[in-house]
């Protein structure tokens, strides 16, 4: 039963609690039946599952190797128009991010980053209660955390997804009139993407409370894997040849071979030992 307070007494409305895991997901009702686990063993299931993906990092860049090579380099993609602009696209950023790095810069990465843990929120139905954006650095206010939400901006290339849904919205406005060229926005998507991995990298490399609470080895995998995921996606759109179904054959592959070939080679390795 509640208790009414005298009229002079101010009430203060407490936070909710972020909310970690599958309750992260799930209604405020459902989420309300889920006690979070202690926080060192959510951080110990995390280390063990980074460990997990580890050999998935290395078959997906395996297959992006063999993709890369035959559909891109032996296939003649890379002299077409198209990959030719995504490289220009790609250089002249990071001509810009090595010489000529800038505040203006920062305040658009860190646009870009805190939209985005924004826009995952609201993704994972949680609410956003302010969001504070500088050149120094930003935040979200937020009732809901989850390990996508902390490490979307890793992945989610946030300025290359606004060029394509511009170039889409142009296309659709215009496009009938006069068709627009794609090597433009190949361009824009080299220069947005590379963007986003140079500043990943550039971020990454540093302390990071995004990386820190989720452990640095379930981070690292599971941002080099959705990133490479996503390199290998743009790929095969863009390729004449590259195909979804044979990438997954190639993955396959590589995935079922992989502990055979592990094997051999530290077979090799341990016969190559003295003694």
Not at 10 to 36: D, N, V, Y
């Amino acid at each position: 039963m509640s208790r009414k307070k005298p009229s002079n007494q101010r009430t203060r409305k407490r936070k909710p609690a972020p909310r970690h895991g599958l309750a992260a997901f799930l209604p405020e009702a459902t989420a309300a039946s889920f006690s979070p686990p202690p926080e060192n063993a959510v951080r110990s299931f995390k280390f063990v599952f980074g460990i997990f993906l580890l050999p998935f990092c290395w078959v997906i860049l395996e297959t992006f190797l063999v993709l890369f090579h035959a559909d891109t380099l032996s296939g003649n993609y890379w002299r077409g128009p198209e990959f030719i602009a995504f490289g220009v696209g790609s250089v002249l950023w990071l001509a810009l991010f090595f010489c000529c790095r800038c505040r203006p810069m920062m305040w658009l990465y860190v646009a870009g980053h805190e939209l985005t843990h924004a826009l995952f929120v609201l993704i994972c139905r949680g609410k956003v209660s302010k969001v504070h954006i500088s050149s120094d650095g930003g935040h979200i206010l937020t009732n809901r955390n989850n390990f996508l939400i902390s490490l979307s901006p890793y992945f989610f290339p946030f300025y290359s997804v606004i060029t394509i849904i511009v170039w889409a919205l142009a296309g659709w406005v215009v496009g009938h009139a006069e068709p627009l060229d794609p090597i433009w926005l190949y361009g824009s998507i080299g220069f947005t993407w590379m963007f986003h991995l140079s500043f990943t990298v550039w971020m990454i490399c540093r302390e990071q409370p995004d990386v820190e609470q989720n452990g640095r080895l379930f981070s690292f995998a599971v941002i080099f894997l959705i990133n490479m995921l996503l390199i290998c996606g743009l790929l095969i759109i863009a390729s004449p040849t590259a195909t979804f179904e044979g990438f997954g054959i190639s993955f396959w592959e590589n995935a079922r071979s992989l502990f055979d070939r592990l094997s051999e080679s530290t077979l090799e390795v341990l016969r190559a030992l003295p003694g």
